[in-house]
């Protein structure tokens, strides 16, 4: 029973409607609102652009509320709107009864956890001193860190760094450095955080500069392979050439033949004139015989001139010492940051830390060595709120947004794809050819809106500003800024029509078609693509893609029934086939993976496939058939298909917090 007092308790009174958590340091408007100091202060930062704004809108009802004054920053405002007592003590009192204490009723006074000492009546049971027995140690030397009673105070305790104080002044002097080490904790964990979701500045810079890298050498492996193809053709040439050498030319081989012919003929001719024994004739006939065999032998001679005697090939100098000793490639240099930058980076994250973590009540306990009694140091810091065990078993918390602003008189929707933004998300709404911005802090009425013509699908880039859109139908992708308003940045033209969009490993974007051929194509920033993987055989209807934290790449095929992993070589890493048709997919940072089913249900798989709840949401839940899904840390926004069979009609988006 009172567990259920509590409950309801919280839900209606205790839930601040923009983290949609608990309520730290509850801030009262005018208008009767509250909300988390640090939640509104981030609000105030984002929706109050103007340096000489008096007045902001209330994130629930959008009236106006006056600020508190034109001298104060807009970094301060939300410190200066009054504390919520009723919710604090509501607070104090639901608390009271999760630890378990003692019963405290609604109309009790409120209840003073606040720092400094305690009252005059507080009981110590003291220990007594080993060194002066019979003395109590009722003092705390901040120096050396330890007890001491006040003979040892006197004789061992009044160098410099010693201070002996008494227990609740030791206690409010630590306080300080108690809070500046809370404050260090939260902000290493922001940074963990930073660089578990988005990656260093350096990490993304060195990955920019490894693809280029990584260019330049593929540049030159295919100029060495020109050279060597070069190479290979003049040594070719060289070996026609030593083979050919020597041989006679056809011209010079009929020639021969004339030759040949005419000696043959001149032999006959004089063989004959011997034979008649004709003194005359061969008187007549030597001396012209004579002549032509002298012109024979210098034909022959002329002809023995003009083939080679042998052949030497010598190689080029420059060339052979090019072979023995080939220079570097190219040259790499890695270059590391210095102490000095590092320094500079951890600032600016720990600047990041104050102005963007929320704020909560630091609660530290600090326990009497010599009593069984404890008290608690509270102060207030800036952080992450601490996550204990309440919070891991605590329920979902559910929000729903209606995209349809209230001068439109639009009656059918098609909300395919979705992204978060800040506090906001971003839903493409293809029936209506509209990209819609709207806020997750609160009930809005109007949401901001850009002209897309045929979005088919949208994905978060590398600038947590900016998002890609693909256009199947003119075969281009735009990216839009999210800046300042929504507007287009730059046009991507693709070579096929993609209808399913994510970005790949920063850099490049991996795309998948169900029209035609069935593909999966990895392209990069220009629309080039650089790996394609066929998949006509295992892919029938894919509707949605994401990409784990390893690179993989998650397919939901609707007619099929199933979702297939696959790396980017295309070989498939395990499927998974629900009880109904999947739809949106998502995956986070801790290798999670969301699949939407048309059976109003969402499950869970682990990164290797293996199911990790069946039904992470589900009808109860108020989500009529799940459709596009996506995910941030400890936090999802699905979009409906709508009752409808045949239609998609639903205009609601909801958002899980968990």
């Known amino acids: 029973m009172t567990q259920r007092v509590v409950q309801n308790i919280e839900n209606d009174y205790l839930i601040c409607s923009i983290c949609l958590g608990r309520y730290t340091d509850p801030r009262l408007l005018p208008c009767g609102h ?34 508190p004054g034109s001298n104060i920053h807009t970094r301060e405002w939300a410190s200066s709107f009054p504390v ?11 608390n009271e009864q999760e630890r378990g204490g003692p019963r405290v009723a609604i109309n009790s006074q409120p209840i003073n956890r606040g720092p400094g000492p305690p009252s005059s009546g507080t009981s110590h049971n003291f220990q007594t001193c080993a060194v002066h027995n019979g003395r109590l140690m009722e003092y705390f030397c ?27 002044e030791a206690v409010t002097k630590l306080q300080p450095k108690a809070n500046s080490l809370h404050v260090r904790f939260q902000n290493l964990i922001f940074r963990a955080q930073q660089l578990a979701q988005y990656g260093s500045p350096e990490h993304n810079s060195l990955q920019q500069a490894k693809s280029r890298a990584m260019e330049s050498l593929t540049e030159i492996e295919s100029n060495i392979n020109r050279f060597s193809q070069l190479c290979f053709q003049n040594a070719e040439d060289l070996r026609q050439e030593i083979a050919f050498a020597g041989q006679e030319l056809p011209s010079e081989s009929r020639q021969l033949a004339v030759l040949y012919d005419k000696i043959q003929d001149t032999k006959l ?65 890695v270059k590391y940051p210095n102490r000095r930058d590092h320094q500079q980076h951890i600032n600016s994250i720990n600047e990041d830390v104050e102005h963007n973590a929320a704020v909560s009540p630091l609660t530290l306990p600090v326990q009497n060595p010599n009593s069984g009694n404890r008290r608690m140091l509270t102060s207030t810091v800036r952080g992450h709120r601490t996550q204990n065990r309440q919070d891991q078993t605590r329920s979902k918390s559910k929000s729903v947004i209606n995209v349809k602003n209230p001068q ?40 901001e809106t850009l002209p897309i013509e045929g979005p088919a699908s949208i994905t978060l880039m590398d600038n947590p500003t900016e998002v890609a859109i693909s256009q ?64 006509s055989r295992i892919l029938r209807d894919p509707r949605y893609l994401t990409v784990t934290r390893d690179g993989l790449i998650v397919v939901s095929d609707n007619e099929l029934r199933r979702v297939i992993c696959m790396n980017s070589e295309g070989q498939v890493q395990w499927t998974h086939t629900p009880n109904a048709a999947p739809w949106g997919v998502a995956s986070d940072k801790m290798g999670k993976i969301y699949v939407c089913l048309d059976n109003n249900d969402v499950q869970t798989l682990s990164d290797e496939g293996h199911v990790l709840e069946k039904k992470f949401l589900s009808a109860r839940d108020g989500i009529k058939m799940p459709y596009a899904i996506c995910v941030r840390s400890r936090q999802l926004a699905i979009t409906e298909f709508g009752s409808s069979l045949f239609t998609p009609n639903s205009p609601w988006v909801h958002i899980i917090s968990v």
Not at 47 to 57: D, E, F, G, I
Not at 86 to 94: C, E, K, P, R, Y
Not at 410 to 428: K, M
């Open 269 to 333: 001719t004089f063989d004959n004139i011997l034979n008649t024994n004709s003194t005359l004739d061969i008187l007549n006939t030597y001396r012209r015989i004579e002549s032509q065999a002298s012109e024979y032998d210098r034909s022959l001679a002329s002809t023995t001139q003009r083939n080679p005697r042998y052949i030497e090939m010598s190689d080029h100098a420059t060339f052979s010492r090019f072979l023995n000793n080939p220079p570097p490639l190219a040259s790499l240099k």
């Open 142 to 168: 901040i120096g050396c860190n330890e007890l001491v009673c006040a003979q040892c105070a006197i004789d061992n305790h009044r160098t410099r760094r010693c201070d002996c104080l008494s227990f609740e």
């Open 84 to 94: 919520d007592q009723f919710a604090l003590n509501l607070l104090s009192i639901v």
């Open 472 to 535: 199947p139908e003119k075969k281009q992708i735009v990216i839009i800024s999210t800046d300042q308003e929504l507007a287009v940045k730059e046009t991507i033209r693709t070579n096929k029509p993609y209808d399913v969009i994510c970005l790949h490993q920063r850099t490049n974007f991996v795309t998948c078609s169900f029209r035609g051929a069935k593909c999966i194509d990895i392209i990069n920033r220009v629309g080039r693509v650089q790996i394609s993987i066929e998949r």
């Open 408 to 447: 439109e008189d639009t009656t059918t929707w098609h909300l395919n794809g979705i992204v978060f933004i800040g506090y906001h998300v971003l839903v493409i709404d293809s029936y209506n050819n509209t990209l819609r911005k709207c806020s997750i802090a609160g009930t809005f009425t109007t949401h």
């Open 34 to 67: 509250s909300f988390c100091r640090q939640c509104l202060s981030d609000y105030i930062q984002q929706t109050v652009v103007s340096p000489n704004a008096r007045t902001l809108k209330c994130p629930i009802d959008r009236g106006f509320v006056s600020g």
